[in-house]
Each structure stands twice: as structure tokens, then as C-alpha cells.
């Protein structure tokens, strides 16, 4: 049985196991030194293999939606992981984004899920778009429709997103993503369909002028002639609209999993997370078999990882057959 779940998760978990030793580390440094393969230590000192938070969030959305759609359950998760170390690949945190732990936080001190995420300019890091990818999975298997053609699908997206971050920049980017990914699951030619998921995304967002102002910052991404901006430009930093424009120029301007991969991670800064969002989307597209195997075998926990993709693509799997 095809397993389109851990196509995408571990796509993403191993790039961000290939960036968490270089984080923060500058562009020149390593055009000096590039990375080439898993490493020790650096960042956090942690053994080669080792995933972040991006992962271990990843993670924790992929078991709650094996067992349904509960924001709830979702945040509680969450929680098992920032305070206990659950769904971490060590059993302690050693990674957690400002908006992401305020978020939490308000959780803790009573808070409703969807009134926990941060609404203001500042609160628009890459912390929920770095996890969003199961919620496809999710939508494939309960709606029939495609997603950016449902509004119910598009809010559930965006109410995933919003149990740690609400703004609306936030929401664009994980509507945008889950679209292109959606898009990617199929055997349309790459450039193709990363331009119709990008486009069904923005059209669905054209309709409301809610969101109107916002889209502008996503007008770059949405150009026909994106794969072609220089490096140069293309910033890495945790800033959610660099991510997402840096994932999607990496899966453009690469023909397979390992070169994306290596490529989001040598951009420099925020590498663990702009590897993991092009890696989910290079692994859904190439496949779990495209994964280099040298890499695979130093992922920590690996087969705690592969048993959470499996219970999820087990119920997706079980309800695409009774469509």
C-alpha cells in the first residue's frame, strides 16, 4: 500500500535533521562549507539525525488527525511536547518559537485553541506553516472537492494555523502551501503544478477582501517567472513569507529530493525549518524511496516516526476507498 503520508513527513523530517546543526549559520559560511550530508553536534549539540521542532509539531498534528479533526486534542498534543518532551526525538525540547510558546502559554492559562494564536505584524513566523502539511492528508480524505474549491476546508487550514499563529499572513501561507502540496500529490509535471496549486490558492484568497491587503506580500511568489529570481534574493530567515518563497524556489530550482533539500539548508539562517517546509514538498512529490538511505538510517526514533505516518495514512487510505 502507498504511504502519501510518509512520502511528505519524512520528506520533512529528514531535512530538518539535515538543518538543525547549521541553524542560524550565515550564507557565505556555508558556501565555504556547505552541507553535503547529516551531521553532529553544531547548533544544539545534538547527534547527527536528530529533528526539531518542526518535526516534533508535525508529528504531534499527524497523530491527533489519525483520530479526527479535534483542536482541542491538537493543542493538548502540543502541550505533551512543550512541557513533558513527548514527540521529540531525545524526550527534551530544545527548540521553541516565540510565537509558538505564547501561544501555548495562553493555552495553559485557559484559553479557547482558536484564541491562542498571535494576530499582531510580529506574531507571523514560520511556526505553523513549518507543521501544517498533515492537514492535506486530513482534507484529501474527507472532502471530495479540491481543497482551495471549500470553504471549509480552506477554514479548517487556517484554524489549524491559527492555534499559535492567527494572522492572516500566516493563513495565506498555510492555504498557499496546502494547495501546492495537494497539487504535488499526482503525476503533473513539477513547475506545473506548483504554478496551478500557488494560483487556486491565491484565487480562493482573491474572493475576500479580508485578505485582499495581505496577498500583496505573496504577489513575488505568484509571478510566472519566480524560479527564475536570483539567490540573491531569495532570503532564508524565520519570517514566514521567506520560508515559504525560499521552500518553493529550492523544489523549483532542483530535480529531486536530496538536491532540494541540500539547497534549502545551504541557504543559510533559519535552515532547519526552510529545509523541512521544501522537504515535505519534495518528498511528497519524489516519494519516500527518493530519501536518501545513508540518511534515513541515522534519523532518531525512526520507526516512532514512520508508526505515526501510518496510523494516519491508514485512515486516509480506508476513507478514500469508501468514497
Known amino acids: 500500500m502507498s504511504n502519501i503520508v510518509l512520502d511528505g513527513i519524512m520528506g520533512l523530517c529528514v531535512a530538518d535533521a539535515l538543518g538543525v546543526p547549521v541553524e542560524f549559520t550565515g550564507r557565505e559560511v556555508l ?5 553535503t550530508g547529516m551531521r553532529s553536534f553544531g547548533t544544539y549539540n545534538q547527534p547527527a539525525g536528530t529533528w526539531s521542532d518542526d518535526t516534533s509539531m508535525t508529528l504531534c498534528l499527524t497523530d491527533s488527525l489519525s483520530k479526527g479533526l479535534d483542536y482541542n486534542d491538537i493543542m493538548k498534543r502540543f502541550i505533551m511536547w512543550f512541557k513533558e518532551g513527548k514527540y521529540t526525538p531525545h524526550g527534551e525540547v530544545f527548540d521553541v518559537g516565540n510565537a509558538t510558546r505564547k501561544a501555548l502559554k495562553r493555552f495553559l492559562s485557559g484559553s479557547t485553541p482558536l484564541e491562542c494564536g498571535g494576530l499582531s505584524d510580529h506574531d507571523n513566523g514560520n511556526g505553523s506553516l513549518m ?10 480524505a474527507n472532502y471530495d472537492t479540491e481543497i482551495t474549491e471549500n470553504e471549509e476546508a480552506m477554514e479548517i487550514i487556517h484554524n489549524v494555523s491559527a492555534l499559535t499563529h492567527a494572522h492572516k499572513r500566516s493563513l495565506i501561507a498555510c492555504g498557499i502551501y496546502c494547495s501546492v502540496a495537494a497539487t ?15 494560483n487556486k490558492a491565491v484565487e480562493f484568497y482573491r474572493k475576500y477582501e479580508e485578505y485582499s491587503d495581505e496577498l500583496s506580500h505573496y504577489k513575488r511568489l505568484n509571478n510566472e517567472s519566480f524560479a527564475s529570481v536570483p539567490v540573491e534574493e531569495i532570503k532564508s530567515s524565520g519570517y514566514v513569507v521567506d520560508t515559504l518563497e525560499a521552500a518553493v524556489w529550492c523544489l523549483l530550482n532542483s530535480n529531486n529530493y536530496k538536491e532540494c533539500v541540500l539547497m534549502a539548508v545551504n541557504l543559510g539562517e533559519d535552515t532547519d525549518t526552510v529545509a523541512a517546509v521544501a522537504g515535505g514538498l519534495a518528498g511528497l512529490y519524489y516519494g519516500y524511496d527518493s530519501i536518501p538511505q545513508e540518511w534515513l538510517s541515522v ?13 494516519l495514512n491508514e485512515v486516509v487510505s480506508l476513507k478514500e476507498e469508501t468514497k
Open 31 to 35: 558556501r565555504k562549507s556547505p552541507v
Open 299 to 311: 534519523i532518531v526514533r525512526r520507526d516512532f516516526v514512520e508508526g505515526i505516518c501510518s496510523k
Open 131 to 140: 507543521r501544517i502539511l498533515p492537514t492535506v492528508y486530513y482534507l484529501r
Open 184 to 198: 504535488l500529490i499526482g503525476s503533473m509535471e513539477l513547475s506545473t503544478a506548483v504554478s496551478l496549486g500557488i
